[in-house]
């Protein structure tokens, strides 16, 4: 694994975490902790970024939506994810995404881009 040092930017934020990368063929794996302790895992593949945090698993996919739960507490909330672009290059990610609500009402349109540095 290599240790590497990783960039979010959101409408709202810009964080960084230090983890670790994992490269094998085309796909890249990052795991870091969160800001929570909680591990989170970052599968890049071919139009593909899957985000395997704690409550959730959010499959970002250009060809087709994907449906998640958000797991609290109190029981589990149901929602879909429409990737409307996903840009992968070297060590940058960029994707804007819908996410709707069991009702199909829209929740928010956001915009996500992550980046990682090799120490």
């Known amino acids: 694994m290599i240790p590497i040092t990783i960039i ?26 969160d800001e929570n302790m909680d591990t989170v895992i970052v599968f890049i593949g071919t139009g593909q970024v899957v985000i395997d945090r704690r409550n959730s698993i959010m499959d ?6 994907s449906e998640f739960e958000y797991r609290t507490e109190f029981g589990s909330l149901v929602f879909r994810l429409a990737t409307k672009a996903l840009k992968i290059e ?19 349109t956001n915009q996500l881009s992550m980046e990682y540095i090799k120490e």
Do not use: P, V
Request: hydrophobic residues 30%; contains cysteine.
């Open 90 to 108: 070297g060590q940058r990610c960029d994707i804007e995404y819908s996410l709707y609500d069991e009702y199909d009402n829209l929740a928010f």
């Open 60 to 65: 970002f996919n250009a060809i087709a939506d």
């Open 8 to 33: 979010l930017h959101t409408k709202d934020e810009n964080l960084m975490y230090k983890g670790y990368l994992s490269e094998n063929d085309n796909d890249k794996t990052i795991q870091y902790l």
